[in-house]
């Protein structure tokens, strides 16, 4: 039996429109610009998210390190959320590959820094101080709980970073989400920034990408970068099929999953012990929480759901737990993963 796997939707496996896509790709060289299929994904995304160029990488974490090369030199610094996936997750990239000076302000619980604090950040034309040069949003708001941010807030700080000539980048991983979410087509959000990066392989079901978007100049900038970093790929048609077929059938459809979540965390909130606000569930991340009056070791929560129920979630430090819905996560298995949920915890009431 398949397991019901709600840890990311990075577990997501390609579907079979992908795979025969995938199959019958043209290919060529994509370092020397000869893929006909990464060129088809490339100028559909540009398209999708309206800038004028975009370009195929294999990650979301070369996709924002590459944005930063681009966009910054050494020593220059880079405003970002203290709960940034750029901060906290991708291995001290930005300080240790671009030499940038990471300047972290508070995420609010609705996943925005503060645009006052923004402004405060940057800083005066002084050769004691580093160089202020982007600002990195991310939408959803991966930590703060899936959150879409909506457009407004966009347009505050693109306004903030045209007054002091800083170029914005946005970690769109998940933004087609925070777009579905927000009821608002993608270009609402991303007419406001620079560059933005997104991946196919999170709900979108590829098996692997992510395009980073902006400017023909920025483009450019980008592809080198990429090469750098040894993200030149050959035959990269085979997986960008895949990405069109993702950008093609997986976007609008990602509403679904919103919905499978929201039953998840309602379900979730009737189980006695459980600490879940299902009105805070926005996207397809579901944060949760287990009671200290449970007396259920959290470890043995994510142990017995995998091992009796071949439900797996993802356990995100102390009594905090993270459930994800994707493709592959129907209303029904959220009911046969909520029946597990009850097994294990009710008993213990
Ligand atoms: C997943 C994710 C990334 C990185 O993507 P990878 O493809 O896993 O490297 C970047 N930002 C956010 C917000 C993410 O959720």
């Known amino acids: 039996m398949k397991s019901i796997d709600l840890r990311s939707d990075t577990v997501s496996w390609p579907t079979i429109a992908m795979r025969e896509a995938m199959a019958r790709a043209e290919v060529g060289d994509d370092v020397w610009g000869d893929d006909p299929t990464v060129i088809q994904l490339q100028e559909k995304a540009a398209g999708l998210v309206g800038m004028e160029a975009a370009l195929f990488v294999p990650s979301g974490t070369m996709a924002n390190l590459a944005a930063i090369l681009a966009h910054c030199g050494r020593g220059d610094e880079l405003i970002l959320g203290n709960q940034s996936h750029t901060f906290r997750y991708e291995a001290g990239g930005i300080a240790a590959l671009a030499g940038v000076n ?17 402004e405060a950040a940057v800083r005066p034309d002084d050769p004691h101080f580093p160089r202020s040069r982007a600002i990195f949003l991310e939408n959803t708001h991966n930590i703060c709980g899936g959150v879409a941010i909506p457009p407004a807030y966009f347009s505050s700080v693109r306004q903030l970073a045209s007054r002091h000539g800083l170029v914005v980048h946005l970690d769109g991983a998940r933004v087609f989400n925070a777009a579905a979410a927000l009821d608002c087509r993608v270009t609402e959000i991303t007419q406001y920034v620079d560059s933005v990066s997104f991946c196919l392989s999170k709900g979108l079901c590829a098996p692997a990408g992510s395009l980073l978007c902006g400017s023909f100049d920025f483009y450019r900038r980008a592809r080198r970068a990429r090469k750098a970093l040894g993200g030149g790929m050959r035959q990269a048609g085979i997986l960008a099929a895949a990405g069109i077929v993702a950008l093609e059938q997986m976007v609008e459809r990602l509403v679904e999953d919103h919905a499978n979540a929201k039953t998840l965390a309602t379900g979730l909130a009737e189980i006695p012990g459980v600490e879940i606000d299902p009105a805070a569930v926005q996207t397809n991340l579901v944060f949760f929480a287990l009671s200290k009056s449970v007396p259920v070791e959290p470890e043995v929560l994510v142990e017995r759901l995998d091992r009796e129920f071949n439900v797996k979630i993802g356990r995100r430090g102390g009594q905090h737990f993270r459930a994800v819905t994707h493709y592959w996560i129907t209303s029904r298995t959220v009911e046969t993963a909520l029946e597990a949920f009850r097994a294990v915890l009710q008993p213990l009431q």
């Not at 990471?102 to 923004?118: F, K, Y």
């Open 102 to 118: 990471p300047h972290t302000l508070p995420n609010q619980p609705d996943g925005t820094m503060v645009v006052a604090d923004i």
